[in-house]
T-cell receptor
Framework: GAGVSQSPSNKVTEKGKDVELRCDPI?????LYWYRQSLGQGLEFLIY????????KSGLPSDRFSAERTGGSVSTLTIQRTQQEDSAVYLC??????????????FGPGTRLTVL | GENVEQHPSTLSVQEGDSAVIKCTYSDSASNYFPWYKQELGKRPQLIID?????GEKKDQRIAVTLNKTAKHFSLHITETQPEDSAVYFC????????????FGRGTSLIVHP
């Protein structure tokens, strides 16, 4: 079946503009995660959803970042008033569920965001 | 917060040699330890994982070992091939009541033909 998809694959924007990144998880996966990966760096956790609920938003870098998920499926990550330091690859992942024992995360191809 | 340390950051080996990547974690509540491989320009993909009730797990040329007492786990790749060249990430989950994996900073493995 189809894997995790993300759009757009690349986004170039001007400083101060808002951007919206989209993630389509694998059908039936209840857990969804957003990560940020800067050049040559590891995976910085941003936020996760269990269903439509995001219990912990403390990973978001600033109040310019927000995310939502509707219908237990598609999620959008919005960055307002973008700054150059927001430039990175934004990765989305989904898993069957969250819970004790862990579950394999399936990653999307990422959105490469460049803020000029 | 929780922390996962990964070493080395870069590892260069000759084809056919073995490669070992080591990770440590700080919270004894962690119970799930996946390893992901990310080839250049591609998405991370799970290659092997281990749970806290197991000390070692093998899958062909790849093996992972876990020492819960010392709170460290390692990835072993034998008979390395050029296609093993990638960035490898370790992660630990189940820490402090949270099941979100915390990732190490990654190891860039280069296998020279």
């Amino acid at each position: 079946g189809a894997g995790v998809s993300q759009s757009p694959s690349n986004k170039v924007t001007e400083k101060g503009k808002d951007v919206e990144l989209r993630c389509d998880p694998i059908s039936g996966h209840t857990a969804l995660y957003w990560y940020r990966q800067s050049l040559g760096q590891g995976l910085e956790f941003l936020i996760y959803f269990q269903g439509n609920s995001a219990p912990d938003k403390s990973g978001l870098p600033s109040d310019r970042f927000s995310a939502e998920r509707t219908g237990g499926s598609v999620s959008t990550l919005t960055i307002q008033r973008t700054q150059q330091e927001d430039s990175a690859v934004y990765l989305c992942a989904s898993s069957v569920r969250m819970g004790r024992g862990g579950n394999e995360q399936f990653f999307g191809p990422g959105t490469r965001l460049t803020v000029l | 917060g929780e922390n996962v340390e990964q070493h080395p950051s870069t590892l260069s080996v000759q084809e056919g040699d073995s490669a070992v990547i080591k990770c440590t974690y700080s919270d004894s509540a962690s119970n799930y330890f996946p390893w992901y491989k990310q080839e250049l320009g591609k998405r991370p993909q799970l290659i092997i994982d281990i749970r806290s009730n197991v000390g070692e797990k093998k899958d062909q040329r790849i093996a992972v070992t876990l020492n819960k007492t010392a709170k460290h786990f390692s990835l072993h790749i034998t008979e390395t091939q050029p296609e093993d060249s990638a960035v490898y990430f370790c992660a630990a989950a189940g820490m402090g009541g949270s099941y979100i994996p915390t990732f190490g900073r990654g190891t860039s493995l280069i296998v020279h033909p």
